[in-house]
């Protein structure tokens, strides 16, 4: 097991997120490009001075407009919303996404939606299909009683929310921070609308859960790969599933100077470690402009 300094450490993280020595991504591209490298983006709905995925791109992409973020996610499909914690994830991890959503079924608050709203979920997908794009304004409800829902004061904002968890519809742009919903085949290109084989999502998401922390305490592992993949992970599950990343070197374990965590890393990552431990700033990292 290899052990790298605090100060590796440190810059690793940073690096791998894109804020450090500068910011190495401009413009629209460079949106995209950071989005990808951080490997998804945090929405939320808050704007104070502005909203937390705008600050985010602000500090990594040179010149980044807030319109730039509409123009990657849904005007050229790069990206797509997902989750109960709302993150922009890359268009291409689509199947691996659509391979659990149904799993998301058995909560208690899908099921019942599908039980007390199947009237406001038929009436959702009909007018959807037969109008387009719409979101939850444009519809005026059908009437069924609803308990109180943050997801909105209507049965047509739970059947929404309903058909985007499993899948069925997708976020198609946004008006202001309105979803804009529409049928998941009119929205995500015809190469991502598909659902991979659950081995390969459930093998996907054991080597995101690493990466989209970029080092991940061993202990840890079996937690977030059940909350990944929306099921059960028992520890000797687990310990096999790192068995057989380690032995296809995935992943690496390392540790930190003066620290006793077992860490998980991505075996594609140890030569940009290599060169932080060296003293060198990884190519790839290179800022556009002075750094601060």
């Known amino acids: 097991m290899d052990i790298i300094s605090q100060l590796t450490f440190r810059r690793f993280l940073l690096g791998q ?20 490298q951080m490997g998804a983006l945090q929405l939320d709905p808050l704007n104070i001075i502005a909203r937390s995925q705008e600050i ?29 914690l709302l993150f922009l ?17 058995r909560y208690g608050r899908v099921t019942e939606t599908a039980k ?10 009909a007018a959807l299909r037969a109008s387009g794009p719409m979101s939850n304004r444009d519809f005026e409800g059908t009437g069924s009683a609803i308990r109180w829902s943050y997801r909105g004061r209507k049965d047509s904002a739970v ?5 985007w ?3 069925k519809v997708m976020i198609t742009n946004r008006r202001g921070f309105d979803r804009i919903y529409d049928l998941s085949e009119r929205v995500a ?30 202990k840890r592992f079996a937690y977030n790969w059940k909350y990944a993949i929306e099921r059960e992970v028992t520890p000797a599950e687990a310990e096999r599933k790192l068995a057989e990343m380690l032995e296809k070197n995935i992943v690496a374990h390392l540790k930190v100077e ?34 601060t």
Request: net charge positive.
């Open 189 to 218: 290109p015809a190469e991502f609308n598909r659902a991979a084989s659950i081995r390969d999502a459930e093998d996907f998401f054991a080597r995101k859960c690493i990466s989209r922390f970029n080092f991940l305490r061993t």
């Open 89 to 105: 994830y890359p268009m291409s991890e689509l199947p691996y996404f659509k391979a659990i959503m149904p799993r998301m079924a």
């Open 116 to 125: 007390n709203h199947a009237s406001a979920v038929k009436h959702v997908l």
């Open 258 to 291: 003066d620290s006793k965590d077992d860490l998980l890393v991505l075996a594609e990552n140890l030569p940009a470690l290599a060169e932080l431990e060296s003293g060198r700033v990884p190519a790839a990292w290179t800022p556009l402009g002075p750094t």
């Open 165 to 167: 968890l499993l899948g």
């Open 56 to 84: 985010s791109l602000q500090g990594r992409v040179l010149n980044f407009k807030p319109p730039h973020l509409n123009q990657v996610a849904y005007e050229q499909r790069g990206f797509f919303d997902y989750g109960g």
């Open 159 to 163: 059947a929404l929310y309903y058909l």
């Open 17 to 36: 997120q894109g804020l450090w020595p500068g910011r190495r991504f401009e413009g629209p591209s460079g949106a995209d490009a950071a989005i990808r």
